[in-house]
């Protein structure tokens, strides 16, 4: 029962994580019907940045949140442009376009910083945390989970309470009755990218903070992240954190009862299932919304 207890508290960290990384990609999805295929380059890009913060200048990884918003967020508005421009078959040409991006960020990391694989050597993210003497994580973990779920409350009252998010909302829901409505569609998709940017900005010091980090790493958030946004249902921000959570469990059961070589299997074998019952996902409507 312990062991059992121990594996869904693992899950639900690593869900948080989760939520953190596919919360960028999921409001670009949901704005522009756009799957950013970079979108995990951008991420480890901003694990990068942490980890020359850290090695080079001998700061907590924490303090280069600032730096790896701004850089990331110009990646990201590059990404953004260069995406927007593509005038016809935007959802093909827009995925083999952001492939491109995301391999060049990674052959471009791997140049940079080589194969290598980095990790914080700050001892208070490795430290243990530990719940009623039974359940134990790292406290870089926690901390990960924490900013997830506190990312996607933040970034689901702003889209519910501010005119920037009610624009992002109203071209996701139609993109012609809004520009009826007087709006820009194209300031709308800005500020997704630029949310997007900064949310991943944040996973990706999360990330350094929680795991190891190496140039291929980026593709497989990517996948992860994708994986959670059609599961969660279109335009859903809380339908996010909860595919997260269950991608999540299924990974640390996984792990536990069996090996961790197939959590990966696991968990997309959830996702096929799922989408064979519900193909809109789980939270999911014909017209998306968020």
Same mark, same amino acid.
């Given at each position: 029962?312990?062991?059992?207890?121990?594996?869904?508290?693992?899950?639900?960290?690593?869900?948080?994580?989760?939520?953190?990384?596919?919360?960028?990609?999921?409001?670009?999805?949901?704005?522009?019907? /756009?799957?950013?295929?970079?979108?995990g380059e951008l991420v480890l890009l901003a694990a990068y940045i942490?980890?020359?913060?850290?090695?080079?200048?001998?700061?907590?990884?924490?303090?280069?949140?600032?730096?790896?918003?701004?850089?990331?967020?110009?990646?990201?508005?590059?990404?953004?442009?260069?995406?927007?421009?593509?005038?016809?078959?935007?959802?093909?040409?827009?995925?083999?376009?952001?492939?491109?991006?995301?391999?060049?960020?990674?052959?471009?990391?791997?140049?940079?910083?080589?194969?290598?694989?980095?990790?914080?050597?700050?001892?208070?993210?490795?430290?243990?945390?530990?719940?009623?003497?039974?359940?134990?994580?790292?406290?870089?973990?926690?901390l990960a989970f924490i900013v997830g779920i506190a990312a996607m409350?933040?970034?689901?009252?702003?889209?519910?309470?501010?005119?920037?998010?009610?624009?992002?909302?109203?071209?996701?829901s139609n993109r012609d009755a809004a520009k009826l409505m007087g709006?820009?569609?194209?300031?709308?998709?800005?500020?997704?990218?630029?949310?997007?940017?900064?949310?991943?900005?944040?996973?990706?010091?999360?990330?350094?903070?929680?795991? /190891?980090?190496?140039?291929? /790493?980026?593709?497989?958030?990517?996948?992860?992240?994708?994986?959670?946004?059609?599961?969660?249902?279109?335009?859903?921000?809380?339908?996010?954190?909860?595919?997260?959570?269950?991608?999540?469990?299924?990974?640390?059961?996984?792990?536990?009862?069996?090996?961790?070589?197939?959590?990966?299997?696991?968990?997309?074998?959830?996702?096929?299932?799922?989408?064979?019952?519900?193909?809109?996902?789980?939270?999911?409507?014909?017209?998306?919304?968020?």
């Amino acid at each position: 029962m312990e062991l059992t207890a121990q594996a869904i508290f693992t899950g639900l960290l690593m869900g948080g994580f989760y939520c953190l990384v596919a919360l960028g990609l999921a409001l670009i999805f949901g704005t522009m019907k /756009v799957i950013n295929l970079a979108h995990g380059e951008l991420v480890l890009l901003a694990a990068y940045i942490a980890y020359v913060v850290e090695s080079q200048a001998g700061l907590n990884p924490v303090l280069s949140i600032p730096v790896a918003v701004i850089v990331t967020v110009m990646a990201a508005l590059v990404t953004f442009y260069l995406t927007n421009g593509i005038k016809k078959d935007r959802e093909l040409n827009s995925l083999i376009l952001t492939f491109g991006i995301g391999i060049v960020l990674t052959n471009l990391l791997l140049t940079i910083f080589s194969a290598d694989i980095n990790s914080t050597q700050a001892e208070w993210f490795l430290d243990g945390f530990i719940i009623a003497d039974t359940l134990f994580s790292m406290r870089s973990e926690f901390l990960a989970f924490i900013v997830g779920i506190a990312a996607m409350v933040a970034l689901y009252w702003w889209l519910n309470h501010t005119w920037q998010g009610r624009g992002i909302r109203a071209v996701s829901s139609n993109r012609d009755a809004a520009k009826l409505m007087g709006m820009n569609p194209m300031r709308a998709e800005l500020w997704s990218w630029g949310i997007a940017g900064v949310i991943a900005a944040i996973a990706g010091v999360m990330l350094y903070v929680t795991s /190891v980090i190496h140039p291929p /790493v980026g593709h497989g958030l990517t996948i992860k992240a994708f994986i959670i946004t059609v599961l969660a249902g279109m335009g859903s921000i809380p339908g996010v954190l909860v595919a997260a959570l269950l991608i999540g469990v299924i990974e640390g059961l996984t792990t536990t009862y069996f090996q961790s070589s197939l959590s990966n299997l696991a968990s997309m074998g959830v996702f096929l299932i799922v989408l064979l019952v519900m193909p809109s996902g789980l939270f999911g409507k014909p017209g998306g919304g968020h």
